[in-house]
């Protein structure tokens, strides 16, 4: 466990909310699709990438 808040890859900035997760975007677009990109994101940029796709 680290104590050192990850950078989100999208806004850069550290903030405890960032999570590794699968790209909210193409899970979106091809739920069916089991080839996605690992993104490392904040709370709020998933939402607004999950919102873009
Ligand atoms: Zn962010």
Redesign the pocket.
């Known amino acids: 466990m680290s104590l050192i808040p990850r950078r ?6 550290r ?1 405890r909310d ?1 999570a590794r997760q699968l790209d909210p975007y193409t899970t979106a677009l091809e739920p069916e699709s089991d080839d996605h990109d690992v993104v490392q ?2 709370e ?2 998933a939402i607004e990438r999950f919102e873009e796709s």
Request: aromatic share 0%.
């Open positions: 989100c890859e999208k806004c850069g900035e903030r960032v994101l904040c709020p940029c």
